[in-house]
T-cell receptor
Framework: KAGVTQTPRYLIKTRGQQVTLSCSPI?????VSWYQQTPGQGLQFLFE???????NKGNFPGRFSGRQFSNSRSEMNVSTLELGDSALYLC???????????????FGPGTRLTVL | AQSVTQLGSHVSVSEGALVLLRCNYS??????LFWYVQYPNQGLQLLLK??????LVKGINGFEAEFKKSETSFHLTKPSAHMSDAAEYFC?????????????????FGSGTRLQVQP
């Protein structure tokens, strides 16, 4: 079974621009979560989608948004980019809604976003 | 709210030596606990997880962890380090009580421990 895939792997943007990152979960997985990883703040939870609905949200400003499609693929959008948004953005998929049980989250390789 | 503390941002061991990576959690109820490993330029891979069954959990690549409620700890160990174990390790907690209350739960990660293995 193919793992979680994220595109693009690397991205360079300038301040004020917006960016869209894509995540394809493992086949059959319906939950997709997004995390931001930075040297200073570590790994932080952004949000989780399940059945095209946002089910859980971390403490990030409204510039960070996402959506999930009927095939469970998910996109994350960051508008009005700031220097501090430079990070590795990780997507994780799980068979069910995390918290419904103890399902493992399977992580993709991440998209490294650099904001200049 | 739950939290995770990983003592030691860097740990260096010799090849063949014992690996001990420390993790302490804070939670009002027994949580679900996880250890993930991240190799350079890769995502996170699950090593093992504790879900209130056996307190000693065995994972992949020879790693194991013991849940100690009295110490609120979930330290990761491996009897004999291998060069390929060099990576960053993250302890994470998932709050089962938060889920019961709100229907929500997300992983809270520790700050990570970078393991170096010296030849």
């Amino acid at each position: 079974k193919a793992g979680v895939t994220q595109t693009p792997r690397y991205l360079i943007k300038t301040r004020g621009q917006q960016v869209t990152l894509s995540c394809s979960p493992i086949s059959g997985h319906r939950s997709v979560s997004w995390y931001q990883q930075t040297p200073g703040q570590g790994l932080q939870f952004l949000f989780e989608y399940f059945s095209e609905t946002q089910r859980n949200k971390g403490n990030f400003p409204g510039r960070f948004s996402g959506r999930q499609f009927s095939n469970s693929r998910s996109e994350m959008n960051v508008s009005t980019l700031e220097l501090g948004d430079s990070a590795l953005y990780l997507c994780a998929s799980s068979p069910t809604l995390t918290g419904a049980g103890t399902d493992t989250q399977y992580f993709g390789p991440g998209t490294r976003l650099t904001v200049l | 709210a739950q939290s995770v503390t990983q003592l030691g941002s860097h740990v260096s061991v010799s090849e063949g030596a014992l690996v001990l990576l420390r993790c302490n959690y804070s939670s009002s109820v027994p949580p679900y606990l996880f250890w993930y490993v991240q190799y350079p330029n890769q995502g996170l891979q699950l090593l093992l997880k504790y879900t209130s069954a056996a307190t000693l959990v065995k994972g992949i690549n020879g790693f194991e962890a013991e849940f100690k409620k009295s110490e609120t700890s979930f330290h990761l160990t491996k009897p004999s380090a291998h060069m390929s174990d060099a990576a960053e390790y993250f302890c994470a907690v998932s709050d089962s009580e938060q889920y019961k209350d709100t229907g929500r739960r997300a992983l809270t990660f520790g700050s990570g421990t970078r393991l170096q293995v010296q030849p």
